[in-house]
């Protein structure tokens, strides 16, 4: 949905990404501009199943707010629970959320579920999802989304480099990284080219997906970078790119 970052762009959206396996859709991440991109695929608020939330900064879960008063319209009101899973807090921020806009936000024709995940593997909707706590705040998790097959798909949330990123990355088909700015300049908390060209390689996962780009990060020689540390396939994220595994 979104290769950007907190940073207004007319080409990237921020962080949002569509899953779907078997019929279901599920939504990780919800920065702003995701809900016109969902659109733009004729997706509607009725059509997702379940929202992951790697951590509530806004660039990552502000389009929850419009989305929440979307399916309260009267005449096309959502009907069916929303699951929302999240790292260890979400539970109390999302009160605090729906205290501050009151009714606006208050579903009156569905429930919303909170599931909060610590570093635990769960199953949802038929896949097997492992949690992981990534190096960033406090709150965020990566994920990895594993189906029937064994098939599986990672996603690290904003994170620096850390063991928890490359264990929850191992033998991914496909390991999706934020890349926020080039190698100097490096922001704590942030990945560089670099550093996800090494987590790759010491992940071994078969694909890597680089997203999140800064502005200054946001062209060819991130490829160049992060070949000089992983020789598997590399893939720049842009906005609604579509990936099969």
């Known amino acids: 949905m979104g290769s950007g970052t907190a940073v207004p762009d007319l080409k990237r959206n921020s962080a949002g990404y569509l899953l779907e ?10 920065g702003y501009g995701t809900i016109h991109q969902l659109l733009r695929l004729g997706i509607t608020y009725h059509a997702i199943d379940r929202i992951f939330l790697t951590h509530n900064h806004p660039d990552h879960m502000c389009d929850l707010i419009p989305f929440l008063f979307a399916t309260k ?4 009101p959502r009907t069916r629970n929303l699951p929302i899973v999240a790292g260890p807090g979400f539970g109390d921020y999302f009160d605090r959320m729906m205290q501050a806009f009151n009714h606006w936000l208050t579903p009156e024709s569905y429930q919303v579920e909170i599931v909060e995940l610590d570093v635990e593997t769960r199953t949802f909707d038929g896949l097997t999802v492992t949690s992981g706590k990534v190096a960033h705040i406090e709150m965020s998790r990566g994920f990895r989304f594993t189906d029937g097959q064994g098939k599986s798909v990672v996603f690290s949330g904003d994170t620096d480099y850390c063991p928890e990123i490359v264990e929850l990355g191992r033998d991914a088909d496909l390991l999706i ?3 926020s700015t080039p190698d100097d300049m490096k922001v704590e908390k942030h990945l560089t080219p670099q550093l996800c060209g090494q987590i790759a390689r010491e992940a071994g996962c078969r ?12 062209g060819p020689s991130v490829m160049d970078v992060c070949r000089r540390e992983f020789a598997g396939n590399i893939i720049l994220a842009d906005d609604l790119t579509v990936v099969d595994i």
Request: net charge negative.
């Open 21 to 30: 396996e078997n019929g279901k859709r599920f939504l990780i991440d919800f």
């Open 207 to 218: 694909t890597l997906l680089l997203s999140h780009f800064y502005p200054p990060c946001d």
């Open 177 to 179: 990284l934020e890349c």
């Open 73 to 76: 319209y009267p005449l096309d």
